[in-house]
């Protein structure tokens, strides 16, 4: 089951752009193959495969829970292993192990690192400045928002202009700005330049390493990775597309996925389907306004068709929580006869007998209202307004 | 009066012979926009609906003079339609195309800010000014000649809220989509400096959403420049508070950007929020009566 918080993150995704978020083990995959050092690992999913793999790697290595949440550490979830018994132990105890609700179905088993030293080093999107951020500070490894709050000169930051793009006196001035030791200078510049290539190349939104470590031997190595890439972009990096990245074990999530549905699971009984991210979040807003719980975000899309609708209220209906639901398109593109029709022979095909209230506004308005109302069943009724239609949904799942 | 486009819009549409270009650009005319042209590379001499086609955009701009050009042209070409739209040298692009990769759109953004053209969008339902123009996908008929400006990220909540407005008698002098992406054009201070300026709009209503921290900076920039009156709404406050992969972002922005934060910031600087589309409708109302 998707935790709260989750289902928040995807939502503010979906009116932001979505990303692809990536596990820790596939960012250091991508950082090895532009070039940036990281420690040698596998990755594994049952405990014999973590001893096999801690053999081959060989000395003491670090089993780390592959999760897309923070504070694995406090929670036991990177574990020292002196021995390949050990790295096998550890591994039955983090596989299944739940981390913030989160549930971990693989581990990466890495060569364990002398640290001298830990920084931070990042690229995101800066979406108030529309440019590329970077962003590097010699106290790494903790709470870089807390060093951004408590000590901000030990942050070195630096806009870049796309169309020109990364130089290496870019790079030279972070590292002065940030006061990276003397020996690891030449390491963070070349790690820099690298990595901002890789946020280019690979349509990145960020690309994190905290921490970026300097290591006894003299070497800049990335000891963890954060990636997150534009869905957008998906089309130029197949390979991307083709990567396993966190699966949902919440039922109406994954069906949605595999339908192509815009679905965030929330916590009560009315089910939404809307038209356009911002009509759909004003309708949980006017929803829970009237008294009532939204149980998901649902948004069909700009240009809802009629199978749209069906493969949507499918994801809906599938939910046992729902105890009603609230349809609310504003046509633009969407042409309210498509929707009116898409729900009918949903209907048919699903035998739905909850209560359904549906506000049809904009493009064949009329027209749309008039098949509801002459071939709708009895369970369909028609709302003028979103108000009303938001109270008399919130009504009937109170059975009032 | 009106603001971005007018009778005096000479519009050319990239992409007019595709299923969502000509039904739009048709539409655009029917509504009485002048539609000089369309474009799409391999057809010119052909017309939709009478609407000549061009191969290139430098072609249709120098045979009709078109001042204005609306980009429906799909994601993955998109970006490069911009580029020529700019090249042509029109004074405003309304990109509807929606997907189009962010850097793309770093770069286009970084190139148009060295010149003075305007872009609306990508991912925006386009602008209209009633009973003058509409250039884009918007429902013309929630839409009358009136005096209240209306800027908005949302498509849909826009038409929601202009039903609203017209259900207490209240029209628009400009409806502007500004677009839902991480990097658009135009930002809501780009379009809210531009309706204080219009002699023709009394009023601002401001239409915002989770996520980001434009309308923060928007209230900052009201409080100092904008003598009209301003009203916004925001969507979005039954999103729980969300969490971000990684922390750089939180620490650029420094703002929540949750509906919450937003209204916060915008009730700070005297702008009144309402809690839903029905409710801002009648803080314009009250707003226009108090003028």
């Known amino acids: 089951m998707a935790s709260r918080s989750d289902g928040a993150h995807r939502l503010v ?53 592959q999760v897309q949440v923070g504070g694995r550490g406090k929670a036991g979830g990177i574990q020292l292993a002196k021995t390949p018994d050990e790295a096998e132990v550890h591994a039955r105890n983090i596989l299944g192990m739940n981390i913030k609700d989160h549930i971990v179905h693989s581990v990466w088993i890495e060569a364990a690192s002398e640290i001298v030293k830990e920084y931070y080093a990042s690229v995101t999107f800066d979406r108030s400045e529309k440019k590329p951020l970077v962003m590097l500070s010699a106290e790494g490894g903790m709470d870089i928002e807390e060093v951004a709050r408590t000590n901000p000169s030990a942050l070195a930051t630096l806009h870049v202009d796309p169309l020109t793009g990364f130089q290496a006196h870019h790079a030279r001035w972070l590292v002065f700005h940030a006061g990276i030791d003397e020996g690891a200078r030449a390491g963070v510049v070349n790690i820099l330049q690298q990595l901002y290539a890789a946020f280019t190349d690979l349509d990145s ?38 990567l396993q990245t966190s699966v949902t074990d919440d039922p109406q999530e994954r069906m949605a996925q595999e339908k192509g549905v815009t679905y965030v699971k929330l916590d009560g009984d009315v089910g939404i389907l809307g038209n356009g991210a911002g009509l759909v979040m004003s309708t949980l807003d006017v929803v829970a306004l009237a008294g009532g719980r939204p149980a998901n975000f649902l ?99 109170k059975g009032v | 009066m009106s603001i971005l486009v007018d009778k005096n819009t000479k519009l050319v549409v990239q992409g007019i012979t595709g299923r969502e270009g000509a039904f739009h650009a048709t539409r655009n005319k029917a509504y009485g926009t002048n539609v000089v042209a369309g474009v799409t590379p391999g057809k010119a001499g052909q017309d939709v609906e009478g609407i000549p086609v061009f191969n290139t955009v430098r072609d249709a701009v120098e045979e009709t003079g078109a001042n204005t050009a609306m980009v429906f042209v799909p994601p993955r070409f998109a970006t490069d339609a911009l580029y020529e739209a700019i090249e042509s040298g029109v004074e405003l692009i309304i990109c509807i195309t929606e997907g189009i990769p962010a850097h793309d759109m770093m770069g286009v953004y970084t190139h148009l800010r060295r010149g003075n053209q305007t872009l609306i969008g990508p991912n925006c339902p386009g602008i209209i000014s009633p ?3 509409s250039v884009g996908i918007m429902p013309t008929q929630v839409f009358n000649p009136g005096r209240v400006g209306l800027v ?91 969490k971000q992969m990684g922390h750089a972002g939180a620490i650029i922005t420094g703002s929540s950007g949750t509906a919450q934060g937003k209204k916060e910031a915008l009730e700070a600087k005297g702008v009144r929020v309402g809690t839903n589309p029905t409710e801002v409708a009648q803080l314009a109302q009250e707003a226009l009566a108090a003028l």
Not at chain 1, 300 to 326: F, M, T
Not at chain 2, 163 to 189: N, W
Not at chain 2, 212 to 237: D, M, R
Request: glycine share 10%.
């Open chain 1, 13 to 65: 995704n979906i009116t932001q752009g979505r990303r692809l978020d990536l596990f820790e083990y596939q960012g250091k995959q991508l950082f090895a193959r532009h070039g940036i050092p990281v420690p040698s690992g596998e990755i594994v999913d049952t405990p014999e495969a973590a001893r096999a793999a801690a053999e081959r790697i060989g000395g003491t290595v670090v089993v780390k829970a």
């Open chain 1, 205 to 242: 939104m960020l690309m994190e390493i905290n921490p970026l470590i300097w290591t006894a031997s003299g070497d800049v190595v990335a000891l963890d990775a954060k990636v997150t890439i534009d869905n957008n972009a998906l089309y130029r990096h197949p390979d991307l597309l083709a």
């Open chain 1, 299 to 397: 948004d069909a899309g700009g240009g809802s068709k009629a199978d749209e609708v069906v493969a949507a209220l499918e994801v809906l209906l599938s939910d046992p929580k729902v105890k009603v639901l609230l349809i609310n398109i504003f046509g633009g593109i969407t042409r309210c006869d498509e929707v009116a029709n898409g729900l009918l022979t949903a209907l048919d095909k699903l035998n739905a007998t909850l209560p359904i209230v549906v506000r049809l506004d904009g493009t064949n308005e009329d027209e749309g209202r008039r098949i509801i109302s002459e071939q709708a069943p009895a369970n369909v009724v028609v709302e003028p307004t979103m108000l009303s239609a938001a109270q008399r949904a919130v009504e009937l799942a």
């Open chain 2, 131 to 133: 009973g003058e123009a």
């Open chain 2, 152 to 242: 908005s990220r949302s498509g849909t909540l826009t038409y929601q809220i202009s039903k609203e407005l017209a259900l207490l008698g209240i029209g628009q002098s400009s409806v502007v989509g500004i677009g839902g992406d991480p990097v658009v054009g135009s930002s809501f201070i780009d379009i809210v400096s531009r309706f204080d300026a219009d002699p023709d709009t009394d009023l601002i209503v401001m239409v915002g959403e989770i996520g980001g921290n434009e309308e923060e900076k928007a209230a900052e920039f009201i409080a100092a420049h904008v003598t009209t009156p301003v009203v916004s709404y925001i969507a979005g406050f039954q999103a729980p508070p969300g």
